[in-house]
């Protein structure tokens, strides 16, 4: 059974940094396209960033320079270091992992860990 089990959320001030880990089921990861999005109150969920197994990475603008998105194979986790944070980066931050690369694909998702940036 594939699990993704996000660590690292929690509440921060403006300008504070926190890192998010993800820790996935060593089935799947070295062939998956990591990911780590995020669903703020009444917002859809959105991209932050995505890491593909070359290492080849894509950020969503708002967070294009303030996040850095990594993976460690070795270690079967991702990590997101979230620098400069602030209010509007509030948010549900979920880990997602996807590969084509099996008949069928497969799309999954963490439980989600909550990142609140407030004074």
């Known amino acids: 059974q594939v699990q993704l089990v996000e660590s690292g959320g929690g509440l921060v001030q403006p300008g504070g940094s926190l890192r998010l880990s993800c820790a996935a089921s060593?089935?799947?990861?070295?062939?998956?396209?990591m990911g780590w999005y995020r669903q703020a109150p009444g917002k859809e969920r959105e991209l932050v960033a995505t890491?593909?197994?070359?290492?080849?990475?894509v950020y969503a603008d708002s967070v294009k320079g303030r996040f850095t998105i990594s993976r460690d194979n070795a270690k079967i986790t991702v990590y997101l270091q979230m620098n400069s944070l602030k209010p509007e980066d509030t948010a549900v931050y979920y880990c997602?992992?996807?590969?084509?690369?099996?008949?069928?694909?497969?799309?999954?998702w963490g439980q989600g860990t909550q990142v609140t940036v407030s004074s």
């Open positions: 997602n992992a996807w590969s084509d690369l099996v008949p069928g694909g497969y799309n999954y």
């Open positions: 060593r089935s799947i990861f070295r062939i998956s396209t």
């Open positions: 890491i593909t197994s070359g290492a080849s990475t």
